[in-house]
Protein backbone atom coordinates (compact mmCIF):
# COMPACT_ATOMS: atom_id res chain seq x y z
CA UNK A 1 0.00 0.00 0.00
CA UNK A 2 1.41 3.31 -0.99
CA UNK A 3 0.20 6.65 0.75
CA UNK A 4 0.82 10.04 -0.56
CA UNK A 5 1.61 12.59 2.27
CA UNK A 6 0.89 16.69 1.91
CA UNK A 7 2.17 19.50 3.46
CA UNK A 8 1.04 22.43 2.05
CA UNK A 9 2.14 26.45 3.38
CA UNK A 10 1.04 29.61 1.36
CA UNK A 11 3.67 29.54 -1.16
CA UNK A 12 5.17 25.72 -0.88
CA UNK A 13 4.06 22.50 -0.52
CA UNK A 14 6.31 19.18 0.59
CA UNK A 15 5.14 15.67 -0.39
CA UNK A 16 6.26 11.79 0.16
CA UNK A 17 5.14 8.75 -0.74
CA UNK A 18 5.38 6.09 1.51
CA UNK A 19 5.48 2.28 1.08
CA UNK A 20 3.36 1.16 4.31
CA UNK A 21 5.17 -2.06 4.00
CA UNK A 22 8.39 -1.09 4.30
CA UNK A 23 6.90 2.54 6.23
CA UNK A 24 10.11 3.81 4.11
CA UNK A 25 9.87 6.95 1.54
CA UNK A 26 10.03 5.73 -1.88
CA UNK A 27 9.52 9.38 -3.44
CA UNK A 28 9.55 12.80 -1.65
CA UNK A 29 9.72 16.71 -2.61
CA UNK A 30 8.80 20.39 -2.37
CA UNK A 31 7.72 22.97 -4.76
CA UNK A 32 8.62 25.89 -3.24
CA UNK A 33 7.90 29.80 -4.70
CA UNK A 34 3.79 28.84 -5.95
CA UNK A 35 2.53 31.85 -7.28
CA UNK A 36 5.41 33.35 -7.07
CA UNK A 37 8.16 34.08 -9.90
CA UNK A 38 10.72 31.33 -9.63
CA UNK A 39 8.76 28.58 -8.76
CA UNK A 40 10.38 25.17 -8.84
CA UNK A 41 9.80 21.39 -7.86
CA UNK A 42 12.74 19.71 -6.38
CA UNK A 43 11.84 15.88 -6.68
CA UNK A 44 14.05 13.02 -4.47
CA UNK A 45 14.05 9.78 -5.34
CA UNK A 46 14.33 6.59 -2.82
CA UNK A 47 18.17 6.52 -4.03
CA UNK A 48 18.80 10.18 -2.91
CA UNK A 49 18.77 11.71 -6.71
CA UNK A 50 17.50 15.18 -7.18
CA UNK A 51 15.44 16.56 -9.95
CA UNK A 52 15.19 20.29 -10.01
CA UNK A 53 12.19 21.35 -12.51
CA UNK A 54 11.96 24.94 -13.16
CA UNK A 55 8.34 26.29 -14.46
CA UNK A 56 5.39 28.47 -13.69
CA UNK A 57 3.60 26.83 -10.85
CA UNK A 58 0.58 29.78 -10.32
CA UNK A 59 -1.41 28.01 -7.88
CA UNK A 60 -1.59 24.73 -5.62
CA UNK A 61 -3.60 22.53 -8.04
CA UNK A 62 -1.10 23.43 -10.52
CA UNK A 63 1.82 22.36 -7.69
CA UNK A 64 -0.12 19.02 -7.10
CA UNK A 65 -0.41 18.11 -10.74
CA UNK A 66 3.56 18.26 -11.09
CA UNK A 67 4.20 16.50 -7.62
CA UNK A 68 1.94 13.41 -9.56
CA UNK A 69 3.72 13.97 -12.68
CA UNK A 70 6.86 13.63 -11.35
CA UNK A 71 5.60 10.52 -9.09
CA UNK A 72 4.83 8.29 -12.13
CA UNK A 73 7.53 9.80 -14.34
CA UNK A 74 9.05 6.71 -15.93
CA UNK A 75 12.76 8.24 -15.66
CA UNK A 76 12.67 9.25 -11.58
CA UNK A 77 9.43 8.36 -10.53
CA UNK A 78 8.33 5.74 -7.96
CA UNK A 79 5.00 4.75 -9.02
CA UNK A 80 3.62 2.76 -12.44
CA UNK A 81 0.40 4.66 -12.65
CA UNK A 82 -1.59 6.97 -9.36
CA UNK A 83 -3.74 3.78 -9.19
CA UNK A 84 -0.80 2.89 -6.52
CA UNK A 85 -1.76 5.71 -4.11
CA UNK A 86 -4.40 4.08 -1.55
CA UNK A 87 -5.31 7.39 -0.03
CA UNK A 88 -3.52 10.98 0.47
CA UNK A 89 -2.68 12.41 4.13
CA UNK A 90 -3.61 15.84 4.75
CA UNK A 91 -1.36 18.03 7.27
CA UNK A 92 -4.02 20.61 8.59
CA UNK A 93 -2.21 23.31 11.11
CA UNK A 94 -5.81 23.44 13.02
CA UNK A 95 -8.64 21.97 13.74
CA UNK A 96 -9.97 23.78 16.53
CA UNK A 97 -12.17 21.92 18.58
CA UNK A 98 -13.64 20.26 15.99
CA UNK A 99 -10.96 17.32 15.68
CA UNK A 100 -9.81 15.57 18.36
CA UNK A 101 -8.62 12.44 15.92
CA UNK A 102 -7.69 12.64 12.16
CA UNK A 103 -10.79 12.14 9.84
CA UNK A 104 -11.23 11.40 6.36
CA UNK A 105 -12.59 13.92 4.54
CA UNK A 106 -16.26 14.60 3.08
CA UNK A 107 -18.22 17.95 2.57
CA UNK A 108 -19.10 18.22 6.23
CA UNK A 109 -15.22 18.30 7.00
CA UNK A 110 -14.75 21.17 4.29
CA UNK A 111 -17.61 23.25 5.70
CA UNK A 112 -15.77 22.30 9.54
CA UNK A 113 -11.90 23.42 7.99
CA UNK A 114 -13.27 27.12 6.63
CA UNK A 115 -15.19 27.18 9.97
CA UNK A 116 -11.01 27.06 11.55
CA UNK A 117 -9.78 29.30 9.18
CA UNK A 118 -10.07 32.23 11.18
CA UNK A 119 -8.35 30.32 14.13
CA UNK A 120 -5.16 30.23 11.60
CA UNK A 121 -5.69 32.30 8.79
CA UNK A 122 -1.94 32.07 7.36
CA UNK A 123 -1.86 27.64 7.63
CA UNK A 124 -5.47 26.47 7.14
CA UNK A 125 -6.40 28.15 3.72
CA UNK A 126 -3.30 26.78 1.98
CA UNK A 127 -4.01 23.25 3.82
CA UNK A 128 -7.41 23.75 2.00
CA UNK A 129 -6.20 24.72 -1.12
CA UNK A 130 -4.04 21.39 -1.43
CA UNK A 131 -6.91 19.24 -0.55
CA UNK A 132 -9.17 20.33 -3.46
CA UNK A 133 -6.20 20.52 -5.64
CA UNK A 134 -6.03 16.44 -4.90
CA UNK A 135 -9.88 16.12 -4.89
CA UNK A 136 -10.19 17.59 -8.27
CA UNK A 137 -7.45 15.63 -9.76
CA UNK A 138 -8.05 11.79 -7.74
CA UNK A 139 -11.44 12.24 -7.30
CA UNK A 140 -11.41 8.87 -6.36
CA UNK A 141 -8.96 8.78 -3.81
CA UNK A 142 -9.64 9.04 0.15
CA UNK A 143 -8.40 12.22 1.57
CA UNK A 144 -7.53 12.18 5.06
CA UNK A 145 -6.93 15.31 7.36
CA UNK A 146 -4.29 15.27 10.18
CA UNK A 147 -4.15 18.07 12.55
CA UNK A 148 -1.52 19.65 14.40
CA UNK A 149 -3.98 20.29 17.41
CA UNK A 150 -5.85 17.38 17.41
CA UNK A 151 -3.49 15.65 19.93
CA UNK A 152 -4.17 18.03 22.47
CA UNK A 153 -7.21 18.02 22.35
CA UNK A 154 -7.36 15.94 25.50
CA UNK A 155 -6.30 18.54 27.88
CA UNK A 156 -8.52 19.52 30.48
CA UNK A 157 -10.52 22.90 30.92
CA UNK A 158 -7.93 23.62 34.02
CA UNK A 159 -5.12 23.46 31.26
CA UNK A 160 -6.53 24.86 28.18
CA UNK A 161 -8.79 27.70 29.51
CA UNK A 162 -6.89 31.15 29.97
CA UNK A 163 -7.25 33.86 33.09
CA UNK A 164 -10.21 35.67 30.37
CA UNK A 165 -13.60 36.04 30.45
CA UNK A 166 -15.25 33.27 30.03
CA UNK A 167 -17.51 34.28 27.36
CA UNK A 168 -14.19 35.43 25.25
CA UNK A 169 -14.05 31.58 24.87
CA UNK A 170 -17.31 30.65 23.95
CA UNK A 171 -17.84 33.54 22.05
CA UNK A 172 -13.93 33.33 19.84
CA UNK A 173 -12.43 30.36 20.62
CA UNK A 174 -9.68 31.67 22.59
CA UNK A 175 -8.52 28.62 24.38
CA UNK A 176 -4.87 26.87 24.70
CA UNK A 177 -5.04 24.82 21.42
CA UNK A 178 -1.38 23.60 21.19
CA UNK A 179 0.64 22.66 17.97
CA UNK A 180 2.96 19.91 17.23
CA UNK A 181 0.89 17.33 18.06
CA UNK A 182 1.55 15.01 15.15
CA UNK A 183 5.32 14.92 16.53
CA UNK A 184 4.27 14.40 19.83
CA UNK A 185 2.05 11.59 19.27
CA UNK A 186 4.27 10.17 17.00
CA UNK A 187 7.49 10.42 19.61
CA UNK A 188 5.45 9.55 22.38
CA UNK A 189 4.54 5.98 20.46
CA UNK A 190 7.80 5.45 19.75
CA UNK A 191 8.91 5.68 23.28
CA UNK A 192 6.41 3.06 24.03
CA UNK A 193 8.40 0.84 21.64
CA UNK A 194 11.73 1.68 22.22
CA UNK A 195 11.19 1.36 26.35
CA UNK A 196 8.60 -1.91 25.69
CA UNK A 197 6.17 -0.50 28.08
CA UNK A 198 2.19 -0.06 26.83
CA UNK A 199 1.76 3.59 26.25
CA UNK A 200 -1.21 3.57 28.77
CA UNK A 201 1.57 2.92 31.52
CA UNK A 202 3.60 5.90 30.62
CA UNK A 203 4.02 9.43 31.61
CA UNK A 204 6.06 11.42 29.06
CA UNK A 205 7.44 14.72 28.65
CA UNK A 206 8.06 15.25 25.05
CA UNK A 207 10.43 18.25 24.21
CA UNK A 208 9.64 19.21 20.08
CA UNK A 209 12.50 21.92 20.12
CA UNK A 210 13.03 23.10 16.45
CA UNK A 211 12.94 26.19 14.74
CA UNK A 212 9.29 26.17 16.33
CA UNK A 213 9.53 24.41 20.09
CA UNK A 214 7.23 22.90 21.98
CA UNK A 215 6.97 20.74 24.86
CA UNK A 216 4.16 18.46 25.99
CA UNK A 217 2.95 16.17 28.97
CA UNK A 218 1.80 12.61 27.98
CA UNK A 219 0.08 10.52 30.52
CA UNK A 220 -1.50 6.90 28.87
CA UNK A 221 -0.50 8.30 25.35
CA UNK A 222 -2.52 11.37 26.05
CA UNK A 223 -1.73 15.00 25.93
CA UNK A 224 -2.16 16.69 29.26
CA UNK A 225 -0.26 20.15 29.02
CA UNK A 226 1.44 21.56 26.07
CA UNK A 227 3.50 24.45 25.86
CA UNK A 228 1.98 26.17 22.28
CA UNK A 229 -1.17 28.30 23.31
CA UNK A 230 -3.95 29.68 21.25
CA UNK A 231 -1.08 29.87 18.48
CA UNK A 232 2.22 28.69 17.83
CA UNK A 233 3.66 31.69 19.34
CA UNK A 234 3.44 30.68 22.78
CA UNK A 235 5.63 28.81 25.17
CA UNK A 236 9.31 28.37 24.76
CA UNK A 237 11.95 31.29 22.94
CA UNK A 238 11.80 30.10 19.47
CA UNK A 239 13.72 30.36 16.69
CA UNK A 240 12.70 33.90 16.08
CA UNK A 241 9.26 33.78 18.20
CA UNK A 242 9.44 35.60 21.30
CA UNK A 243 7.41 32.80 23.62
CA UNK A 244 5.75 33.33 26.70
CA UNK A 245 5.30 36.99 27.68
CA UNK A 246 4.08 39.46 30.28
CA UNK A 247 0.98 40.25 28.19
CA UNK A 248 1.80 44.12 29.25
CA UNK A 249 4.35 43.82 27.31
CA UNK A 250 2.74 43.94 24.16
CA UNK A 251 0.53 46.90 24.71
CA UNK A 252 3.77 48.90 25.76
CA UNK A 253 5.87 47.88 22.89
CA UNK A 254 2.87 49.07 20.75
CA UNK A 255 2.73 52.24 22.35
CA UNK A 256 6.72 52.56 22.50
CA UNK A 257 7.60 51.76 18.83
CA UNK A 258 4.01 53.11 17.17
CA UNK A 259 3.58 49.57 15.71
CA UNK A 260 0.18 48.86 14.38
CA UNK A 261 -1.62 45.22 14.96
CA UNK A 262 -0.24 43.54 11.93
CA UNK A 263 3.80 44.93 12.42
CA UNK A 264 3.35 43.70 16.44
CA UNK A 265 2.31 40.35 15.35
CA UNK A 266 4.95 40.35 12.83
CA UNK A 267 7.72 41.61 15.28
CA UNK A 268 6.53 39.05 18.14
CA UNK A 269 7.06 35.95 15.02
CA UNK A 270 9.56 37.10 12.82
CA UNK A 271 12.07 39.15 15.00
CA UNK A 272 12.26 37.87 18.65
CA UNK A 273 12.78 34.58 20.01
CA UNK A 274 16.61 33.69 19.42
CA UNK A 275 17.30 35.69 16.71
CA UNK A 276 16.14 38.73 19.06
CA UNK A 277 18.26 37.75 21.86
CA UNK A 278 21.53 36.63 20.48
CA UNK A 279 21.37 39.32 17.63
CA UNK A 280 23.12 36.62 15.47
CA UNK A 281 20.73 34.06 14.14
CA UNK A 282 17.64 32.22 14.08
CA UNK A 283 19.36 29.28 13.38
CA UNK A 284 20.91 27.13 16.28
CA UNK A 285 23.89 26.22 14.95
CA UNK A 286 24.65 29.90 14.02
CA UNK A 287 24.12 30.57 17.49
CA UNK A 288 26.11 27.85 18.94
CA UNK A 289 28.63 28.60 17.03
CA UNK A 290 29.01 32.31 17.85
CA UNK A 291 28.33 31.48 21.47
CA UNK A 292 32.01 28.99 21.48
CA UNK A 293 33.69 32.26 20.21
CA UNK A 294 32.83 34.20 23.28
CA UNK A 295 29.81 35.77 22.64
CA UNK A 296 27.58 36.82 25.58
CA UNK A 297 24.25 37.37 23.47
CA UNK A 298 24.43 34.31 21.70
CA UNK A 299 25.18 32.09 24.84
CA UNK A 300 22.48 33.88 26.57
CA UNK A 301 20.03 33.06 23.54
CA UNK A 302 20.94 29.59 24.51
CA UNK A 303 20.60 29.61 28.20
CA UNK A 304 17.02 30.78 27.98
CA UNK A 305 16.08 28.33 25.40
CA UNK A 306 17.60 25.68 28.13
CA UNK A 307 15.96 27.19 31.28
CA UNK A 308 12.62 27.89 29.49
CA UNK A 309 13.01 24.08 28.60
CA UNK A 310 14.02 22.79 31.55
CA UNK A 311 11.21 25.30 33.74
CA UNK A 312 8.51 23.27 31.60
CA UNK A 313 10.54 20.01 32.25
CA UNK A 314 9.67 20.77 36.24
CA UNK A 315 6.02 21.87 35.97
CA UNK A 316 5.30 18.67 33.56
CA UNK A 317 6.61 16.35 36.50
CA UNK A 318 4.46 18.24 38.68
CA UNK A 319 1.50 17.50 36.18
CA UNK A 320 1.95 14.37 35.64
CA UNK A 321 3.14 13.12 39.07
CA UNK A 322 6.55 12.11 38.19
CA UNK A 323 8.12 10.85 34.78
CA UNK A 324 8.82 7.79 32.90
CA UNK A 325 11.15 9.34 30.21
CA UNK A 326 12.42 12.94 29.06
CA UNK A 327 12.15 13.17 24.46
CA UNK A 328 14.20 15.06 22.53
CA UNK A 329 13.21 15.58 18.78
CA UNK A 330 13.59 18.31 15.88
CA UNK A 331 16.34 19.57 14.41
CA UNK A 332 17.36 20.93 17.87
CA UNK A 333 16.49 18.41 20.36
CA UNK A 334 17.40 15.32 17.59
CA UNK A 335 20.88 16.98 16.96
CA UNK A 336 22.51 19.25 19.68
CA UNK A 337 24.04 17.08 22.15
CA UNK A 338 25.09 20.49 24.15
CA UNK A 339 21.35 21.75 24.23
CA UNK A 340 20.21 18.40 25.42
CA UNK A 341 22.87 18.43 27.86
CA UNK A 342 22.43 21.85 29.32
CA UNK A 343 18.82 21.18 29.90
CA UNK A 344 19.65 18.03 31.57
CA UNK A 345 21.85 19.76 34.18
CA UNK A 346 21.05 19.67 37.73
CA UNK A 347 17.99 17.64 37.01
CA UNK A 348 19.20 14.65 39.28
CA UNK A 349 16.41 15.05 41.48
CA UNK A 350 13.67 14.37 39.15
CA UNK A 351 16.12 11.08 38.15
CA UNK A 352 17.43 12.78 35.07
CA UNK A 353 20.75 11.82 34.60
CA UNK A 354 22.77 12.23 31.02
CA UNK A 355 24.96 9.77 30.17
CA UNK A 356 27.37 12.19 28.39
CA UNK A 357 29.18 9.65 25.91
CA UNK A 358 25.74 8.10 24.63
CA UNK A 359 24.52 11.59 24.10
CA UNK A 360 26.86 12.08 21.56
CA UNK A 361 24.51 11.39 19.36
CA UNK A 362 22.67 12.78 16.18
CA UNK A 363 19.45 11.72 14.20
CA UNK A 364 19.51 8.63 15.91
CA UNK A 365 16.91 6.74 18.09
CA UNK A 366 18.66 6.46 21.48
CA UNK A 367 18.64 6.02 24.82
CA UNK A 368 21.15 8.72 25.87
CA UNK A 369 20.49 8.78 30.28
CA UNK A 370 22.79 6.84 32.70
CA UNK A 371 21.83 3.00 32.94
CA UNK A 372 20.77 3.14 36.31
CA UNK A 373 18.30 6.52 36.09
CA UNK A 374 14.98 6.74 37.22
CA UNK A 375 13.73 8.58 34.27
CA UNK A 376 15.32 7.38 30.85
CA UNK A 377 15.89 10.41 28.21
CA UNK A 378 15.62 9.45 24.61
CA UNK A 379 16.48 11.22 21.50
CA UNK A 380 13.86 9.87 18.88
CA UNK A 381 14.23 11.50 15.41
CA UNK A 382 10.42 12.68 14.56
CA UNK A 383 8.47 11.43 11.32
CA UNK A 384 5.11 13.88 11.03
CA UNK A 385 5.13 12.62 7.49
CA UNK A 386 4.74 8.58 8.89
CA UNK A 387 2.39 9.61 11.68
CA UNK A 388 -0.23 11.35 8.76
CA UNK A 389 0.30 8.31 6.61
CA UNK A 390 -0.03 5.85 9.08
CA UNK A 391 -3.11 7.74 10.29
CA UNK A 392 -4.16 7.62 6.41
CA UNK A 393 -4.06 3.99 6.14
CA UNK A 394 -5.44 3.26 9.20
CA UNK A 395 -8.82 5.12 8.51
CA UNK A 396 -9.04 4.68 5.06
CA UNK A 397 -8.93 0.43 5.77
CA UNK A 398 -12.11 1.21 7.72
P1 LIG B 1 13.43 22.05 12.57
O1 LIG B 1 12.49 23.22 12.69
O2 LIG B 1 12.99 20.84 13.32
O3 LIG B 1 13.82 21.75 11.15
O4 LIG B 1 14.80 22.50 13.30
C1 LIG B 1 15.58 23.55 12.80
C2 LIG B 1 16.57 23.98 13.87
O5 LIG B 1 17.40 22.86 14.22
C3 LIG B 1 17.51 25.09 13.40
O6 LIG B 1 17.60 26.10 14.38
C4 LIG B 1 18.83 24.37 13.26
O7 LIG B 1 19.90 25.22 13.52
C5 LIG B 1 18.73 23.33 14.36
N1 LIG B 1 19.74 22.31 14.17
C6 LIG B 1 19.85 21.43 13.16
N2 LIG B 1 20.98 20.70 13.30
C7 LIG B 1 21.61 21.14 14.40
C8 LIG B 1 22.83 20.81 15.09
N3 LIG B 1 23.63 19.86 14.64
N4 LIG B 1 23.13 21.50 16.21
C9 LIG B 1 22.33 22.47 16.66
N5 LIG B 1 21.17 22.82 16.08
C10 LIG B 1 20.82 22.17 14.97
Redesign the pocket.
Known sequence: MKILVINCGSSSLKYQAIDMNTKNPIAKGLVERIGLQGSVLTHTTASGKKEVMKTSIPNHSVAIELVLKALVSPEYGALKDLGEIAAVGHRVVHGGEKFANSVVINDDVMKALDECIELAPLHNPPNIAGIKACQAIMPNVPQVAVFDTAFHQSMKPDSYIYGLPYEFYQKYGIRKYGFHGTSHKYVSQRASVLLQKPLKDLKLISC?????ASISAIKGGKSMETSMGFTPLDGLLM?TRSGALDPAIVTYIMNKEKFNVDQMNDFLNTKCG?LGVSGVS???????VAASHGNFRAQLALDIFAHDVREYIGAYVAELGGVDAIIFT??????????RASICANMEFFGIELDLEKNKV?GEEVDVSKANARCRVLVIP?NEELMIALDAQELTAK
Request: proline letters at 0%; glycine letters at 20%; zero cysteines.
Open positions: HLGNGGASDFRDIEAGVGENSASTRT
